[in-house]
Nanobody
Framework: QVQLVESGGGSVQPGGSLTLSCVAS????????MGWYRRAPGKERELVAI???????HYADSVKGRFTISRDNSKNTVYLQMNSLKPEDTAVYYC??????????WGQGTQVTVSS
C-alpha cells in the first residue's frame, strides 16, 4: 500500500527557515493536487499550500510570500520551503495527495516549532 512520509521539521527561531519533504513509497494514480496542511494545538487543520497537476500553486494568506510549494515527479516528492518563520507557524505539518481515483492520502506529520 502507498505510504507518504514527511521529513524536515524541527525547531527554529523566528525569522528562520525550514524545508519539508513528502515522499510517496508507491505510485498514486490520477493525482489532481498535492498539498500541505497544518494543525496547531487547540485549532482545526488548515490548508497551507497546494500544487495542482497543472502546476498551479495556491497559498493561505498567512503564508503567501514566505512559503513556496514545489514538486519533483521523478522522485515522487513534494516540498514546502518555509522562510521568515513566525511563532504562529508552529504546528504539525501534514502532506496530502489527492487522487481522482482513490481520494486523499495523508502522511503522519512532522513537527515545526518556531520560538525564541
Amino acid at each position: 500500500q502507498v505510504q507518504l512520509v514527511e521529513s524536515g521539521g524541527g525547531s527554529v527561531q523566528p525569522g528562520g527557515s525550514l524545508t519539508l519533504s513528502c515522499v510517496a513509497s508507491g505510485t498514486i494514480d490520477r493525482i489532481n493536487a498535492m498539498g500541505w496542511y497544518r494543525r496547531a494545538p487547540g485549532k482545526e487543520r488548515e490548508l497551507v499550500a497546494i500544487i495542482t497537476s497543472g502546476y498551479d500553486m495556491h497559498y493561505a494568506d498567512s503564508v503567501k510570500g514566505r512559503f513556496t510549494i514545489s514538486r519533483d515527479n521523478s522522485k515522487n516528492t513534494v516540498y514546502l520551503q518555509m522562510n521568515s518563520l513566525k511563532p504562529e507557524d508552529t504546528a504539525v505539518y501534514y502532506c496530502d495527495w489527492c487522487s481522482a481515483l482513490s481520494g486523499d492520502f495523508w502522511g503522519q506529520g512532522t513537527q515545526v516549532t518556531v520560538s525564541s
